[in-house]
């Protein structure tokens, strides 16, 4: 697997989130609307995104976006599911994690939500903490936000 640096401009970036947005709908779009979140996760203003590849072949992504002097907050992270369980995720969001502290900030925040156990798991296994809600997601109640320190 390759992992290259790029922004939210990045063509396979883009074709990643909408993947996401798709699996997202299907996994939890009978249980939340998830129009409300659209807002949020808006690509243009993105500066760091990592696509991976294997091959030729664009299998996942993520990105990184300044919320604050001290916060970063992970965004858009997805594998295609073919190639979840292999620890592609992990790598990933550390190679996220190592980014953001290249870039001085103090810590990562994230949303995400219990409907997405899988996501949880691959977040407290890299030592993220289940924090309050934070900004936009405050009065959220499907939302779980979580946080890791950056040292």
Same mark, same amino acid.
């Given at each position: 697997?390759?992992?290259?640096? =790029?922004?939210?401009?990045?063509?396979?970036?883009?074709?990643?989130?909408?993947?996401?947005?798709?699996?997202?709908?299907?996994?939890?779009?009978?249980?939340?609307?998830?129009?409300?979140?659209?807002?949020?996760?808006?690509?243009?203003?993105?500066?760091?995104?990592?696509?991976?590849?294997?091959?030729?072949?664009?299998?996942?992504?993520?990105?990184?976006?300044?919320?604050?002097?001290?916060?970063?907050?992970?965004?858009?992270?997805?594998?295609?599911?073919?190639?979840?369980?292999?620890?592609?995720?992990?790598?990933?969001?550390?190679?996220?994690?190592?980014?953001?502290?290249?870039?001085?900030?103090?810590?990562?925040?994230?949303? =995400?939500?219990?409907?997405?156990?899988?996501?949880?798991?691959?977040?407290?296994?890299?030592?993220?903490?289940?924090?309050?809600?934070?900004?936009?997601?405050?009065?959220?109640?499907?939302?779980?936000?979580?946080?890791?320190?950056?040292?």
């Amino acid at each position: 697997m390759d992992f290259k640096r =790029t922004d939210g401009k990045d063509k396979d970036f883009i074709e990643n989130c909408r993947l996401l947005d798709i699996d997202l709908d299907r996994r939890v779009g009978k249980k939340i609307k998830r129009d409300k979140y659209k807002k949020f996760n808006q690509i243009d203003e993105i500066q760091q995104a990592i696509v991976v590849y294997e091959g030729n072949k664009a299998v996942g992504g993520g990105a990184i976006r300044r919320y604050n002097d001290e916060d970063i907050e992970l965004k858009r992270v997805f594998v295609h599911a073919e190639y979840q369980g292999q620890g592609i995720g992990s790598k990933l969001v550390s190679l996220l994690i190592e980014w953001a502290m290249e870039l001085g900030y103090k810590r990562m925040i994230l949303e =995400t939500g219990e409907l997405l156990a899988e996501s949880c798991a691959v977040y407290k296994k890299l030592g993220f903490q289940v924090i309050s809600n934070y900004g936009p997601y405050v009065d959220m109640e499907e939302s779980l936000c979580m946080a890791k320190e950056l040292n």
